[in-house]
């Protein structure tokens, strides 16, 4: 312990000599407070943060409930494929929203087994 203490010091000191010699005056970092996506934009368009969802909307298209299994699988397929091409492009949003699509799909295609 005593030794760590010792290196402590003996850098403090050469620190200090080094910041005298330069003219160096060491000052506290001032940052802006404040949420962390403010003023943070992309593509020009103001970013909100992610509220997750009570419940996944696949009722965006009504002839889901009337699909059958083959067609929910497809439909599955296509949903994750966008959810890639999403996060691929770090549209993380879009892709936990299609994430619970596929889901909510999935779940469904349970249901009808």
Known sequence: MQETINETNRR??????????????PAQIIKKTGTILSGFSRKGVSVKAYVE????????????????RD??????????????????ELDFIEAARLRDEAAALQALLRSKA
């Not at 969802?53 to 059958?68: G, S, Y």
């Open 12 to 25: 403090r000191e050469k620190q200090l000599s080094y910041n005298e010699l330069m003219g160096i005056t």
């Open 71 to 88: 067609a929910l699988g497809k439909a599955i397929e296509l949903t994750r494929k966008n959810m890639e091409k999403a996060s691929a």
């Open 53 to 68: 969802p009570e419940r996944p909307d696949i009722a965006a298209d009504p002839v889901v409930k009337f699909m059958d």
